[in-house]
């Protein structure tokens, strides 16, 4: 069923009776060419561009609980791609070149709005930082402009410019970033890749692999035991767990990181802002929400809740750096997995193990990163080559002294 104007017109009139679910509800076959572990973002996008750029379509997303229960429905929706390193940067404009097809190439809704993200600066070091991070991404072809304080002043005046802690210099604006409603972007994936024939099973929990002689056979599942050549896990804040299964230990760390959601306001946030010397960032919703985030929970976890302090400190760096959000009432908060990687970058690459490929290490970026992690991945699994922008996402990489250390913190995940 293709969605138009005309469509939401026609069913009105008809009292909606003739949508479609928007995806099957299929049993597992024994076998396919390709078995998916894990139906968030990644996992969904991977099986549509397997399915719609390279033509395999014997897929099975396997997701332990339903569409959208991960980070793919808890994240804060920011997109973006201002990064300064090489290994990063064409990655991510990729990403965000693909976020803007991406609701004509689905068919889909995924309210994409670029109204553009600012990093706020508060030192003369932290300027020039700035003004470097914004040539890097002017040379790998996305756009970046550094404002003076007038500058900001004149997008956020409702800021407090003159924090005696942390006064702002200006700021690194990017005006393609901006923020897309994240739960249809599972949606959206999930109907691309159901209508080209990837089946979708919920509810089905990957509990183990099928290793014989150094080679991935299949997986063991809630639902009984699948067989494939080719099994691509993609598990996100999961992925330790999950690749303990085969044996694999990862250079990963999982903590919780907490998003926060205001009532409904009048508009009054042009974009997205990040506070990074407070470690504080905020957005507004379409239904007006302010959703703000900060710092991940300082200790490992794997439960999908966060802690009282993390509260504390994020509210602390929204109070120091808007003033006015003290008088907005928070209705919402809730925690999400991150996959913490040790130098804040992530990996898209094969295993030791012939047919097992691991995607994963998104730290608190994956979502912004969910279409060209996607394409990259299903890349590498029909190809069994990196794609050129994802070369550098390789396991081995802390071994060869090769790091992506995009903050410059070292192999600390609570740092980046
Ligand atoms: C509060 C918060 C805010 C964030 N804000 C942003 C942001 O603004 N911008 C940004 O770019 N990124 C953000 N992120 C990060 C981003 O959400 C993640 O990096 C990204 O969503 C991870 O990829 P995913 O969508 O595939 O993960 P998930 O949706 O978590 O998908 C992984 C799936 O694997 C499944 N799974 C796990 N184990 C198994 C198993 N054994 N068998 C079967 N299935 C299994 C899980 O149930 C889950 O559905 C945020 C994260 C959080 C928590």
């Not at 330790?240 to 299964?245: D, I, P, T």
């Not at 957005?283 to 929970?297: A, E, H, R, T, W």
Request: hydrophobic residues 40%; aromatic residues 8%; glycine residues 14%.
């Amino acid at each position: 069923m293709r969605y138009s104007g005309l469509r939401i017109v026609a069913e009105a009139l008809r009292g909606n009776s003739g949508w479609a679910p928007v995806w099957r509800e299929p049993k597992p076959k024994p076998n396919y060419d390709v078995i998916i572990v894990g139906g968030g973002g990644h996992g969904l996008s991977t099986a549509y561009y397997l399915a719609s750029r390279f033509g395999i379509t014997n897929v099975a997303v396997v997701e332990k609980g339903w569409l959208g229960s991960g980070n793919i429905g808890r994240n804060t929706t920011i997109i973006r791609s201002n990064y300064l390193l090489p290994g990063n940067e064409p990655f991510y404009e990729l990403s965000l070149k693909l976020w803007e097809g991406l609701e004509q190439d689905l068919n889909y809704n995924a309210m994409v709005s670029q109204r553009g993200i600012l990093n706020l600066n508060h030192s003369d070091a932290q300027r020039d930082a700035d003004a470097r991070r914004g040539n890097t991404m002017r040379l790998a072809g996305a756009d970046a402009e550094l404002l003076d304080r007038d500058g900001v002043r004149k997008l956020c005046p409702f800021l407090d410019f003159d924090n005696a802690r942390f006064p702002i210099h200006g700021g690194l604006l990017q005006r393609r970033a901006g923020t897309v409603r994240h739960d249809a972007v599972a949606w959206g994936y999930a109907r691309g890749a159901d209508g080209r024939g990837v089946d979708i099973i919920q509810n089905c929990e990957v509990t183990g692999f099928q290793i014989k002689n150094g080679r991935c056979l299949g997986v063991e599942t809630t639902c009984g035991a699948i067989r494939a050549s080719k099994i691509a896990v993609c598990a996100a804040g999961s992925s330790s767990r999950v690749m303990a299964l085969a044996g694999m230990r990862l250079p990963i760390e999982s903590h919780v990181l907490q998003a926060f959601v205001t009532e409904g306001l009048k508009p009054i946030l042009p974009g997205v802002v990040t506070f990074g010397a407070g470690h504080f960032y905020i957005s507004q919703s379409d239904k007006g929400g302010l959703v703000f985030g900060g710092d991940i929970d300082g200790y490992n976890s794997y439960a999908q809740r966060g802690n009282l302090p993390a509260v504390e400190d994020v509210c602390e760096g929204g109070m120091a750096i808007m003033p006015m959000i003290g008088r907005a009432r928070l209705l919402r908060m809730w925690g999400g997995l991150v996959d913490m990687s040790m130098d804040g970058s992530p990996f898209i690459d094969r295993t030791d193990i012939e047919g097992l490929y691991f995607n994963g290490g998104w730290c608190y970026g994956g979502f912004k990163a969910t279409p060209a992690s996607g394409l990259c991945y299903a890349h590498l699994i029909a190809r069994n080559e990196p794609h050129p922008v994802a070369t550098a996402f390789r396991l081995d990489r802390f071994r060869r002294g090769a790091m992506i250390d995009e903050r410059g913190a070292g192999a600390q995940p609570n740092l980046h």
